[in-house]
C-alpha cells in the first residue's frame, strides 16, 4: 500500500522568510505525488503535482517541490511567505491517501 | 479542470435521521470519490463511485451507513445513515483528472445533535 507522511503538524514562519513543508511517501513503485492547499472554510486547491517527469515541480503561488527518491520525499517549498499562504497544506499520493495535513501560520 | 457543487452545504440534523449529499459535476467524469474531514483532521477515502457499479468503500465504512448513487457520469449522492454526532464532519465530494489530480467539491458541512 502507498501512504505519505506530512513531519510537521504545523509550521510557523515570519512573512518574507522562506517555507518548508514535509513529506514523505512510502511506494513500491514510481508514485504520483500532489500538494493541495486549504485556505479555513474553503475548499482544497491543487498546488502541484509529480507524476514522473522533472523532478523539480513549480506550482501555483510561488511554490515548488522537488522529488527525491533516494531519500522518498516530496517537501514543498517556498522563497518567501506571504500572509495569504496562512492555510493547512495537504500532501497525497495517487491512490486517493492524504497526509494528516500541516498548519501553516505566517506572523507579521 | 472540472467545477463541482454540493448540496446542501450545511446543514443540522437530529440524531437518528439521515441525509443526503448531493454532488453535481460541470463535465463527464468515471470516477467520482467521497471523502470526510472530521475537525481539524485530515481527508479519510470514504468510498469511490464508478457510473454503472456499485461504490466501492474503505475499511471502516460501511454501504449500509454510507449508501451512494452514481446515476449517470455527471452526478452522484451520498447519503449519511442513522447519523449520530460522531458523524459531524466536513464531507467532500471530489473527481479524477487525467493527470491523476483531484478536484474538489466546496465541501457539506454536517453538525448532528
Known amino acids: 500500500a502507498q501512504s505519505v507522511t506530512q513531519l510537521d503538524s504545523h509550521v510557523s514562519v515570519s512573512e518574507g522568510t522562506p517555507v518548508l513543508l514535509r513529506c514523505n511517501y512510502s511506494?513500491?513503485?514510481?508514485?504520483?505525488l500532489f500538494w493541495y492547499v486549504q485556505h479555513p472554510n474553503k475548499g482544497l486547491q491543487l498546488l502541484l503535482k509529480?507524476?514522473?517527469?522533472?523532478?523539480l515541480v513549480k506550482g501555483i503561488n510561488g511554490f515548488e517541490a522537488e522529488f527525491k527518491k533516494s531519500e522518498t520525499s516530496f517537501h514543498l517549498t517556498k522563497p518567501s511567505a506571504h500572509m495569504s499562504d496562512a492555510a493547512e497544506y495537504f500532501c497525497?499520493?495517487?491512490?486517493?491517501?492524504f497526509g494528516a495535513g500541516t498548519r501553516l501560520t505566517v506572523k507579521p | 479542470s472540472a467545477v463541482i457543487s454540493q448540496k446542501p452545504s450545511r446543514d443540522i440534523c437530529q440524531r437518528g435521521t439521515s441525509l443526503t449529499i448531493q454532488c453535481q459535476v460541470d463535465?463527464?467524469?468515471?470516477?467520482m470519490f467521497w471523502y470526510r474531514q472530521q475537525p481539524g483532521q485530515s481527508l479519510t477515502l470514504i468510498a469511490t463511485?464508478?457510473?454503472?457499479?456499485?461504490?466501492?468503500?474503505e475499511s471502516g465504512f460501511v454501504i449500509d451507513k454510507f449508501p451512494i448513487s452514481r446515476p449517470n457520469l455527471t452526478f452522484s449522492t451520498l447519503t449519511v445513515s442513522n447519523m449520530s454526532p460522531e458523524d459531524s464532519s466536513i464531507y467532500l465530494c471530489?473527481?479524477?483528472?487525467?493527470?491523476?489530480?483531484?478536484?474538489f467539491g466546496p465541501g457539506t458541512r454536517l453538525t448532528v445533535t
Open positions: 471530489s473527481v479524477e483528472a487525467q493527470g491523476y489530480e483531484q478536484y
Open positions: 511506494s513500491s513503485y514510481s508514485p504520483s
Open positions: 509529480y507524476t514522473s517527469a522533472a523532478t
Open positions: 497525497a499520493i495517487n491512490d486517493m491517501r
Open positions: 463535465s463527464q467524469v468515471t470516477m
Open positions: 463511485a464508478n457510473q454503472g457499479s456499485e461504490a466501492t468503500y
